[in-house]
Structures are given as C-alpha cells and as structure tokens.
C-alpha cells in the first residue's frame, strides 16, 4: 500500500539537496537548484539508492550517470519494467519537476514489493540525468544518451565555466564513454513516467491525474536584427533604424501568431541588445525563439506566419533580420496501450483522469522515439513550474503513486 | 593661418592612441578605444602638450585629469579665454568625437600666435578628461568637476573591474582630491567648443558649420516590468503574464510618442530579462530609458505620456511596472553674444551657419550652467556618432577652425 507519509517525507528529504532558499526574494517555498551533472544529482542518487537497497534493489549508474534501481523478477532475461523520472533541476528552480517522479516511482515499486508482489520479469526505477539541461544547454541528456538519440559531442560542449560534459561525468566518477550508456530497447516492456503537469489544466479541469497522449514538438532558434547604431540624443526620430524597435514588434507579431494558432505556444526567453548602452540606438538586437505544439503542422504554420510578419515589418526599412534554427524535436505520441492502463489505473483509484498533451519536453520521448512503449502520467500542480512556488499535494501525488503502483503490478506480474 | 594639412595630420596622429581596429567586423575606418581616465587618454594628452609647448604654451593638469594650456596675453591676471574639447572617446568610437573640437582649438589658436597675434588676456585651449563616462557611467567628468557639478563620489564609483574613479586617477598622478580642480567662473571671459554634429542635419542642409543655441535636457530612468515566470511550453498563451511582451508594448508606445512630441526623442538602449532562458516565460524585464528634448516641457510630456500609455497597457494585467529616474540634466541654452559671434565667424570663412539644438550633451553645458558666457560651433559629420564609421571631412574641419580662430581673435586681441 502507497505510504502517503513515507512518500511527503521523502520528497521534502530529496529538496533538501541543492536547496538554496534566498530569504531576500521572499519566497516562502522551498527553492532547488540541483544542477546535471553536479555534485548535488549524484548525491541525490546516493539517497534514492539508501531508498531501495533494503528492499532488494541493486544500484547501477551508467556512463551517463543515469541510476538504474533494478529489483528482481523471475525471469531475469525477460524485458524489464522501467519507471521513474529525472533528479536534476533548474536553477532556483522547485521541489518537484523530476523529483516527483522519482520518489512516486521508488513508492510504487517498493508498496508492491511490501506487499509481497512477485515480478514475473525484472522492474527498474531510473533517475535519469540531466533532464533540464540547465548547465550545459543541452536537455534530456542521461535518457538521450540510453536510447541512442544524443547529438552533441561531450567532450566539446562545455558550461559556462570551461567545464565540459566528458569532464564534468569524469569528475562525478565515470568514463565518459557514453556509448556504454546504450540500452537495447527490444529489453524493455514499457517505460512509464509520472511528472507533474507544469501547467495550469488539471488544476482548472479539478482532477489531480491526467494522461499524456502527446508530447509537443519544439523549435528552437535564434532571431537576429541588424539596425544602425547611432547616437541616442542626435538622432531624430524619423531617421532612426532601431534594432531593438524593431525586434519589439516581431515579440508581439509572435505572440499574436501563436495565440491565433490552436494549442501553439510561443516564447521569447532571452534578448540582448548591441552596444547595449542607454545613450545609444541599439544597432544589434538577437532574441531566442522557443515554438511547441502538438502538431508539426502547426509549428511550421506559427514559423511560416512569422517570417512573413517579420519581412513585412522589415519592408520598408534598412534593418535586415536572420533566423538560425538551432534545435528541432519531434512531435512524440505516447503508446496507446500503455495510455489505456495508466488511464484504467487512474479509474481503480477513483480519478476521471483527463487526456492531455504536454507542452514541456520530457525524458519520456527518447525511449517512446526508439520504440519502447511508453506512458506518462501528470500529477497536478499550482504555483507554476521551474520556480520554487511550484506545488504539487501529498493527497495528488499519493493518487499518482498509486496508480503507477497498480500499473506496474499489470506490467510487471503477468 | 590655418593649415589644413597639419590639422588632418594630427587627428590622424592623435587617433593612433587607443586605436582598436577590428578586421572581424569590415568596417574600413579607424577604431578609436581612448576610455575617460585611462593611460590612453594620458597619451593623448601628452602628445596635444607636444603640439603646443612649442609655440610657447605652458602646460598643466589639474586633479581630474584635465589639460590646459595657457597662452599668456598681455595682462595676466584678465579673464582668460577657454576653447577646446574631450579626449576620450566610447569604446570602438571613432577618430573626430571630442578629438577634433581639441585639435581645431589647437590649430585656431597656433594659427593666431604664428600670425602674430597679440593677446590682450590668456588663451587656453583644454582638453577635458572622460566626457563619454564610458568606464565609470558618469559623463562630462573633468568638466563637471572644473565647474563644481560633480555629483559623484569619486572614491565610491567604480568601473567593472572594481577600480574607483579616484583610484584611477592616482594611477595617472592625480592627487584625487577633485576639489582642487574648481575654476573660478568669474576668471574666464568666454568659453567655444567646436564638436562634431553627431547627427544629420547639416548634412541634410548641405552646410560644413552650424552653430548650437541650446543643448537638450536629458532624463535618464530604468523601467522594472514585473510579470510571472513560467514554463514555455506548458503554459498556453491566455495565461501567460510574459514581462518580455508588455516591455515590448511599452518601447513601441515610447517611440511612437516621442515621434509625435516635435523635437523630443526616446530610446532604449539597455535591456535585460530574467531568468533569461529560451524556454522561461520572462518574469522580469528592465529596460533604459533616455527622453531628451530641447525644452523641459518636452521632456516632461514625453514621460507623462509613457507613463499614461504604460499604464493602460497594465490596466487589465496581473502584471507591474515601475520607473526609477536616474539621472536629469536640466536643457542648457547657450550665450546668445558668443552665439552671434560664431554665426559671424562662420559667415567670415564663406559659410551660412543654421543655427542648431544639440542632441547630444556637451562640456559647454558646465561652464554654461556656472555663468561662463559659451558657445559651440558644429562641423559637419557623415557616417553617425560613437561608431568607427563617423566622418568629417578635412575642408570642413579647416573651416571650422579658421571660423573658431577669428572668434578667439575677436575674444583675446580686443
């Protein structure tokens, strides 16, 4: 039986590492920044493993530095059982986003082992690294690594202090070989994923559970504005060729596009200005561009609508703008058989869990690209996502541990 | 009589001190890299002293680093007059900014002594120290403090690198103690600056010399948008309270507004968000502000009517703003005899001179506010301001010159 208690405990435990409260923000929440690849995440895979091992668990962390908590099953060839989610966070960021996953995970697992379970083939909880990407600007690292799809060599890419991926796994102890990390995907049964729904829609629709059909596709790039730098106080109004003007209205022509396009998002996160001094005409603006939705089609409409936007805005002007794509992730649907259980699970515990699609990224689309079917469930949360505000309750999560324990037991004991 | 080769010879001379060329960027002019209180603006110093001291000036510099040097005249003890500009310039600027209004002084007033004129009062021609405040963000440095407006600790303002602005000038020499380096106003008959246009209004008007009646007032404040961070995929567009957007309303609204106010102009120069990741909704932004106009009212109808338009764009919002003011420089209207005087001068050497309002800030606006009767004289620049590419071209400096040289005649013989 889910241990309500055992699991809130666990997870205020788990917060505590890279805690980093500041007082002067006023933040009456519990703020974590548990960086991939730091120090932090690898203690925090020493206390999920301190979780598991009394219940027959056997720790393994690949070259990635993903933690795999495999508990036996009679068949040890047979396609396992994998579960879990990552232990990395963003800066500043919350208690939650991964960690909930983790802890609902190790709770599912060791309630059924408790109540003497027997696993016909073998369960894993993972904890996988480096979800966020926070440090090396390079997101669902550990999960890409296991299932073939990183493209990014980890020897060259490195963090803002000079540090690089390769040196950064050497440091926590591994090789750095990360074609170790390779798992066969015909080895697993199913993965399944609980998370917390970063976003407002279960809160709004009243249900603590819902169920990933789809993940979004992403684009990423970077928007460039070349305009005329020049004095700030001698140069009139109308002869003016403002990057930065300029780079304003194509922020507010992409949040109308995307507002105008069903279940599209749109987000300008970072802008810098050139020279970047308050006496002086911006002659340089570059913006990033983050576009998601569930459709591909719908991706390319929000891009195709704001390059044409953007060209009218420049039409008449002596400004130029560039786009550089940097990063595009396929739109991923979720098995639908494991979609079925993990709704059927919700039923047995008493939750009409709605059917969503999620707008954020999640480790659950490498294994679900590479073949292995795999479900997500989504507990509700308030107070946002990737701040110290976001909250998901124990009474929510408990309904998750549950269901995935129910799950679990259907793909794990037939 | 002025001698325009040696005039160009030496802004070429002294534009090889802080000479920053960046092949990188194409731009085929010469870089100029001559920070406030540096030992290039040192150099600098000392090669004008190297131009002067032979026809019989006699240098010196006072605690904040300005350079004076005195022609005597007759009488001694008579109000002097004082003609010259700056010699830093902003970083990669350009060969004419301050250094042409100190080369020119220095050309008139040779000119005058190998002519033969006679002197009935000293003449000096100076060179202020870190007009630009590139370095320390405090601009009109040396001329603030010969003229009792320094509104700046010099031992608590510092520049990135944690060196204070008194600790810059006990490098070079300077005791620090900028007290020392008061003028009495009463003790200088005149004060000219001949300075670049930084803007294109003689060009427009097809004429080499303008002459300034007022320099602009300027308000210089930051605006803090507050909204609520959150995660760029899971948060759909209705909900979202993105800081980044409204900012972007707000800077369209402030050109659009300062277009509309005859005369005035606004910029944003700086801009920043937090956290400043391409998948977070921004939570903050901060932008510059800079309003300048020739007339207070101006100003201040600019800044109500941002303000206003700010707030309608708050009005239905969870979303906040506020406006911190850093910074007033009250509008400087110029001596209106040293302004016919000028007017006269140019019409001397065959020019029409329109008069004109500077955008920019000066010098002149120090001794002008202490009661020195001021007046500057414009030459013609092509190619911007601040940037490598700005450009006058010899036959209109010459002019310049030969115009300032009959002014100081007119100033020092009678």
């Known amino acids: 039986m889910t241990d309500a208690a055992r699991l809130e405990r666990r997870i205020h435990e ?38 598991c091992a009394p219940h027959g668990a056997t720790a393994r962390r690949d070259p990635a530095a993903n933690l795999y908590l495999r508990f036996p099953g009679a068949d040890p060839h047979a396609p396992v059982v994998l579960v879990g989610s990552h232990l990395d966070s963003v800066p500043m960021g919350g208690r939650f986003d991964g960690a909930l996953g983790v802890c609902c995970a190790v709770e599912a697992v060791v309630s059924l082992v408790e ?31 296991a299932f073939g799809r990183l ?18 796994l050497r440091a926590l102890g591994e090789s750095g070989d990360l074609a170790g990390a390779m798992r066969d995907p015909k080895g697993i049964r199913a993965y399944l994923e609980l998370h917390i729904e970063q976003g407002p829609r279960l809160e709004r629709a009243g249900a603590p559970l819902g169920v990933v059909s789809d993940i979004v596709g992403i684009f990423h790039g970077l928007v460039m504005v070349r305009g005329e730098q020049n004095h700030a106080g001698a140069t009139v109004m109308g002869e003016r060729h403002d990057a930065l003007v300029a780079a304003s209205h194509m922020i507010i022509a992409l949040e109308r596009i995307a507002s105008s396009v069903p ?87 008493g939750v009409n869990a709605p059917t969503l699609v999620s707008g954020a990224g999640h480790d659950a689309q490498n294994p679900s690209l590479a073949g292995v079917p795999t479900g997500m469930i989504f507990v509700r949360s308030t107070g946002g996502s990737h701040t110290p505000t976001e909250f998901a309750a124990t009474a929510d999560a408990a309904l998750g541990a549950k269901a995935l324990e129910i799950a679990i037991r259907e793909l794990a004991t037939a």
Chains 1, 2 share one sequence.
Do not use: H
């Open 115 to 145: 109540s003497g379970a027997r696993f016909a083939r073998p369960v894993e909880v993972v904890g996988w690294a480096d979800e966020e990407g926070a440090r090396f600007g390079y997101g669902l690292f550990g999960s890409a690594a």
């Open 151 to 168: 493209r990014v060599d980890p020897e060259r890419v490195r963090d803002k202090g000079g540090t690089s991926i390769a040196e950064a």
């Open 263 to 349: 279940d599209a998002v749109a987000t300008v996160g970072e802008i810098t200005v050139k020279p970047g001094a308050k006496n002086v005409i911006p002659g340089e603006c570059t913006f990033s561009l983050d576009i998601r939705a569930p459709k591909q089609e719908s991706i390319d409409l929000v891009l195709e609508r704001f390059k044409a936007e953007a060209n009218e805005i420049f039409r008449k002007s002596l400004r130029e703008w560039g786009l550089r794509p940097l990063q595009s992730v396929a739109v991923t649907p979720l098995d639908e058989d494991q979609r079925d259980l993990l709704w059927k699970s919700a039923m047995s515990v």
């Open 14 to 51: 788990l917060a505590q590492i890279g805690r980093t409260d500041d007082p002067a923000r006023e933040i009456y929440a519990t703020a974590v920044s548990r960086l991939g690849l730091s120090a932090e995440e690898q203690r925090a895979r020493d206390l999920v493993t301190s979780w």
